[in-house]
């Protein structure tokens, strides 16, 4: 991708935000959607895996994953926000109301911008 083809979120974030709103999602149809090949989904749900973001089940043929809410991001810049958080605002699932999303992260709302 190049310069004029960036985007905010990683390979990791976009896989990450498709298991979040379809946790019963083949490793293709991810690929399809992310734009990339479905080793490179395997390697990137390994690694959700080994890093306790998601858990994987398996349901008679498929799998299913378990977003794990509570884990921190790692990075320094993003240590104090939650997994759960982020799949919140990026989810493509319809939109809590003001009110509710107030009452599910309120320590988000209250950070002061600096």
């Excluded at 790692?74 to 104090?80: Q, W």
């Excluded at 926000?81 to 809590?96: E, Q, T």
Aim: charged share 30%; net charge positive; with cysteine.
């Amino acid at each position: 991708m190049g310069r004029k083809g960036w985007t905010f979120l990683s390979n990791h974030g976009h896989v990450l935000v498709c298991l979040a709103d379809d946790p019963d999602l083949l490793v293709k149809d991810i690929a399809s959607r992310v734009g990339i090949t479905e080793r490179a989904v395997q390697q990137i749900v390994a690694d959700l895996e080994g890093a306790e973001v998601i858990s994987k089940h398996r349901e008679g043929r498929r799998n299913r994953y378990v977003v794990t809410r509570d884990v921190r991001f790692r990075h320094p810049l993003e240590a104090g926000l939650r997994v759960g958080d982020f799949v919140d605002l990026v989810s493509r699932r319809p939109r809590l109301r003001m009110s509710e999303a107030q009452a599910a992260v309120p320590h988000l709302l209250e950070r002061e911008v600096r």
